[in-house]
């Protein structure tokens, strides 16, 4: 199938989801606790007792996922030893919208910095260039924004990204085969560049063959049903490819419960992909060295909010990880 026809197929497939609903997690260092801090409209709670924090900076990622609690983790560490209050946020499940209201919601704050995974670039735009307005400085990571005026962009290449899940998958199938790919937010910048990198990849330089790409949209029940339904309409598959980390926690699952004995490539450094590495529910991972986001996020953030300038694009680099790296 062309790569054209294949991703218009996907777009066919994919049917708006209803309104999602809005769920907050002020998380931030409480150095005396060691715990989350409480949801609260400040963002005092999260700063090292005794102390009044210096900045206070927004995260706000595109889903509320367990992927993301490793970048959380490191950001609330990398703040702590700089008395830096976080307030981190995200919708259920992806939805525009609401990460628009979380940006409003942190410009009347008045906090010192936002990072912003955007799930539509193109939709955050107007709002990240309200914040800059307003003297917030904005950078994105994972997918980009790069007409928004954002200050930096913290992550990989998603086209290169895409390309080194082509050339993995190529050297795990002999260069030969048919896949199936699932992948997540439709109109998220950096799952289309890495979707975009993949195809190319192998309609230039291999014979594998895709059977069918589809979007999860964020949801994993989507996801659940997407994936079930290309296994029973192509039975005969050689590897399946998850794009976003949704998609990598539900294949995770399918193939534990169904053992599977075919390769599945998946994205995202975290506990649950090295445990499933280790477990043979997945045959090989593509970082962007994930677990190093939250420190260079706090970093970043405190560097432009001081005034200082820093590189438009900080490249954490990519890797593929099997199981024998894990072990």
Request: aromatic content about 4%; proline content about 2%.
């Given at each position: 199938m062309a790569r054209k026809e294949i991703i218009n197929r996907a777009f066919r497939l994919f049917l708006p989801g209803a309104a999602f609903v809005l769920a907050i997690a002020l998380l931030g260092g409480c150095v005396g606790s060691g715990r989350d801090s409480p949801a609260s409209a400040t963002p005092d709670a999260s700063s090292p007792v005794g102390q009044t924090a210096s900045k206070t900076f927004g995260i706000i990622y595109p889903i509320a996922y367990t992927t993301y609690e490793t970048i959380t983790e490191q950001a609330k560490a990398a703040a702590e030893s700089r008395n830096v209050s976080l307030i981190v946020n995200a919708p259920d499940e992806a939805n525009t919208e609401q990460q628009i209201r979380i940006m409003e919601s942190m410009i009347k704050q008045e906090v010192d910095g936002i990072a912003i995974s955007p799930v539509d670039a193109a939709a955050l735009s107007p709002v990240i260039r309200k914040a800059t307005a307003a003297g917030i400085p904005v950078i994105t990571f994972e997918s980009d924004a790069p007409k928004s005026g954002r200050t930096a962009y913290i992550g990989a290449d998603n086209y290169v990204t895409g390309r080194q899940f082509a050339i993995t998958i190529s050297n795990l199938l002999g260069n030969k085969g048919m896949i199936i790919v699932e992948t997540g937010m439709q109109e998220m910048l950096g799952l289309h560049q890495r979707l975009e990198g993949l195809l190319d990849y192998?309609?230039?330089?291999?014979?594998?063959?895709?059977?069918?790409?589809?979007?999860?949209?964020?949801?994993?029940?989507?996801?659940?049903?997407?994936?079930?339904?290309?296994?029973?309409?192509?039975?005969?598959?050689?590897?399946?490819?998850?794009?976003?980390?949704?998609?990598?926690?539900?294949?995770?699952?399918?193939?534990?419960?169904?053992?599977?004995?075919?390769?599945?490539?998946?994205?995202?450094?975290?506990?649950?992909?090295?445990?499933?590495?280790?477990?043979?529910?997945?045959?090989?991972?593509?970082?962007?060295?994930?677990?190093?986001?939250?420190?260079?996020?706090?970093?970043?953030?405190?560097e432009v909010s001081e005034g200082q300038k820093v590189p438009e694009f900080t490249d954490m680099g990519i890797k593929e990880i099997r199981k024998e790296d894990v072990e």
């Open positions: 192998l309609d230039k330089e291999s014979s594998i063959e895709v059977l069918e790409v589809r979007y999860n949209q964020g949801s994993e029940d989507r996801a659940m049903a997407d994936i079930e339904s290309m296994i029973n309409a192509h039975p005969h598959f050689s590897a399946m490819v998850s794009l976003d980390v949704v998609s990598t926690s539900v294949a995770t699952l399918i193939w534990k419960a169904k053992g599977l004995d075919r390769i599945s490539l998946s994205m995202g450094n975290n506990p649950t992909s090295t445990e499933a590495l280790q477990n043979g529910q997945l045959t090989a991972v593509i970082s962007q060295n994930e677990q190093d986001w939250g420190r260079a996020i706090v970093e970043t953030l405190l």
